[in-house]
């Protein structure tokens, strides 16, 4: 399937304090149509950072450089911020954990959906009516005929983040972006929402950029995955594969942080210390104040990511060791 997204070099510093402060670090991944990416990592890791330069969602006091930032066939990197914002919600849509505070109390979910036809559509009051309700059925809101002129606080926060995935879909982009849509709600309407990304991407064939710290999510949907740690990518490849056996220690402590019987709705906030805050990242390896096999060159030399087999890429200094099974 051709490349809805390719990244590659992305760095973003924020620029308004008297140092620029480096919060990610020379990026690269694509997504292909139909294809879910997941963007793995702990709080502050740079994954929500990541998604908003992707978006061009960023202020004045960041700074975002890339080798490669393409959507489709468009080059982000060549257009115009006019053009930029044009882009969004036609061709690729963020969409975010708090979904009441995304959606306008005082307007029914109709017309906040509808406004997106007459908008981008000039689709007329009753085309665009129209139109919602059909996408709220797609998303899975029961009789949206009914609910159509109800207002956000009369949804559950399972619905209202459907109605938010409504919005973000209606213009059919090619790219979803979701930055951890299911944090906030429980279990069983977490699945229910994974469920309908992943029926999004084979119906509507968009590719998923899924960003979580929640690895019950990953081993749910995604295809691919990125594990991103201070600011940088340490390990990328094929899902289940990664999952099964760990390139990178950071992957590892995050599969062992998660008792097995519940990786679903699993946290990954039990690895011992926490991640270094941008700024303050470690010397050689970025992990190695908490990684159980660092040696003497982990604390020097910063390893790169590099293909540990085909489609596969790790930064680690003892990957291979890793992969083998020698330091279990
Ligand atoms: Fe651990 Fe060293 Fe690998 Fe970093 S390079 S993850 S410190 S073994
Ligand atoms: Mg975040």
């Given at each position: 399937?051709?490349?809805?997204?390719?990244?590659d070099g992305l760095?973003?510093?924020?620029?308004g304090?008297?140092?620029?402060?480096?919060a990610?670090?020379d990026v690269?991944?694509?997504?292909?149509?139909?294809e879910?990416v997941?963007?793995?990592?702990?709080?502050?890791?740079?994954?929500?950072?990541?998604a908003?330069?992707i978006?061009?969602?960023?202020d004045?006091?960041?700074r975002?450089?890339?080798?490669?930032?393409?959507?489709?066939?468009?080059?982000?990197?060549?257009?115009?911020?006019?053009?930029?914002?044009?882009?969004?919600?036609?061709?690729m849509?963020?969409?975010?954990?708090d979904?009441l505070?995304?959606?306008?109390p005082?307007?029914s979910i109709?017309?906040?959906?509808g406004?997106?036809?007459?908008?981008?559509r000039?689709a007329?009051r009753?085309?665009?009516?129209?139109?919602?309700?059909?996408?709220?059925?797609?998303?899975g809101?029961?009789?949206?005929?009914?609910r159509?002129?109800d207002?956000?606080?009369q949804?559950?926060?399972?619905?209202r983040?459907?109605?938010?995935?409504?919005?973000?879909?209606?213009?059919?982009?090619?790219l979803?972006?979701?930055?951890?849509?299911?944090?906030?709600?429980?279990v069983?309407?977490q699945?229910?929402i994974?469920?309908?990304?992943?029926r999004?991407?084979?119906e509507?064939?968009?590719?998923?950029?899924?960003?979580?710290?929640?690895l019950?999510v990953?081993?749910?949907?995604?295809d691919?995955?990125?594990?991103m740690?201070a600011?940088?990518?340490?390990?990328?490849?094929?899902a289940?594969?990664v999952?099964?056996?760990?390139?990178h220690?950071?992957?590892e402590?995050l599969l062992?942080?998660?008792?097995?019987?519940?990786?679903?709705?699993?946290r990954l906030?039990?690895?011992?210390?926490?991640?270094p805050s941008?700024?303050q990242?470690?010397?050689g390896?970025?992990?190695?104040t908490?990684?159980?096999f660092?040696?003497d060159?982990c604390?020097?030399?910063r390893?790169?990511?590099?293909?540990?087999?085909?489609?596969?890429?790790?930064?680690?200094h003892?990957?291979?060791?890793?992969?083998?099974?020698?330091l279990?």
């Open positions: 399937p051709p490349v809805v997204l390719r990244v760095s973003v510093s924020f620029t304090g008297p140092d620029d402060i480096p990610v670090r690269g991944l694509d997504i292909r149509r139909g879910v997941a963007l793995l990592g702990e709080s502050g890791s740079g994954k929500s950072v990541t908003r330069a978006m061009g969602l960023v004045e006091h960041t975002v450089s890339a080798d490669t930032l393409r959507l489709g066939d468009t080059d982000l990197l060549a257009i115009t911020p006019e053009q930029r914002r044009r882009l969004r919600g036609e061709r849509s963020l969409v975010l954990q979904a505070s995304a959606l306008n005082v307007l109709g017309d906040q959906i406004e997106l036809f007459r908008v981008h000039g007329t009753k085309q665009a009516k129209a139109s919602a309700v059909e996408l709220l059925g797609l998303v809101i029961p009789a949206p005929q009914q159509v002129d207002y956000p606080h949804f559950s926060g399972g619905m983040q459907r109605i938010l995935i409504a919005m973000a879909i209606a213009l059919e982009p090619e979803l972006i979701a930055d951890e849509p299911t944090t906030a709600l429980d069983t309407v699945a229910q994974l469920d309908l990304l992943d999004l991407r084979s509507l064939g968009m590719g998923i950029l899924l960003i979580t710290h929640d019950g990953v081993t749910e949907v995604a691919r995955l990125a594990v740690y600011g940088r990518v340490v390990e990328r490849g094929d289940d594969t999952l099964a056996r760990p390139a220690p950071y992957t402590a062992r942080s998660v008792p097995q019987a519940s990786l679903r709705g699993g906030l039990t690895i011992p210390g926490s991640p941008p700024g990242v470690p010397t390896c970025s992990f190695h908490r990684c159980l660092a040696v060159v604390r020097t030399t390893p790169p990511l590099a293909d540990v087999a085909p489609g596969r890429a790790a930064a680690c003892r990957s291979d060791e890793l992969l083998t099974g020698a279990s």
